[in-house]
């Protein structure tokens, strides 16, 4: 599976995760029902969902601190899914060049998310990665 579906699948699981209050493994089971037994076991995905379910209350907490001007409640369901998404990646998979994932992450807010989702993730993602960039270089010093 190409890393571009494995993540729409991964968005799908934990948009299902976030509205149908299931588990990870629940919500990747209906997202891949229809799929080849080689793609349910994509190594790519399966990290995704994975990191992102098992570091959800810290993500969170990241999402709440960039956020400007209103609650994570307030968010669309699917704008937050981009967001955790977007943060594990940063943060938690490290093969990932930082600008590949805010490029993915904003092309998949154009395709599932509403005229201002794009400016929106790439706000919030470019702090975030901008806060990590700051304490990386504080941490080095």
């Known amino acids: 599976m190409k890393r571009r579906v494995a993540r729409e699948k991964a968005l799908q699981t934990l948009f299902q995760m976030q509205v149908g209050k299931i588990s990870a493994e629940e919500a990747l089971e209906n997202v891949m029902e229809d799929a080849t037994t080689e793609?349910?076991?994509?190594?790519?995905?399966?990290?995704?969902v994975r990191e992102t379910a098992q570091h959800l209350e810290a993500i969170d907490d990241i999402i709440k601190r960039y956020l400007r001007h209103f609650s994570i409640d307030r968010l669309a369901n699917v704008d937050r899914a981009i967001l955790r998404l977007g943060i594990c990646e940063l943060l938690y998979i490290k093969e990932i060049p930082e600008k590949v994932t805010l490029n993915e992450m904003i092309e998949l807010a154009k395709a599932f998310g509403d005229e201002d989702s794009r400016r929106f993730t790439n706000g919030v993602l470019s702090n975030v990665l901008r806060g990590k960039l700051e304490e990386e270089k504080g941490n080095e010093e």
Do not use: G, S, V
């Not at 793609?39 to 995704?48: G, H, I, N, V």
């Open 39 to 48: 793609d349910k076991q994509d190594p790519f995905l399966l990290e995704l």
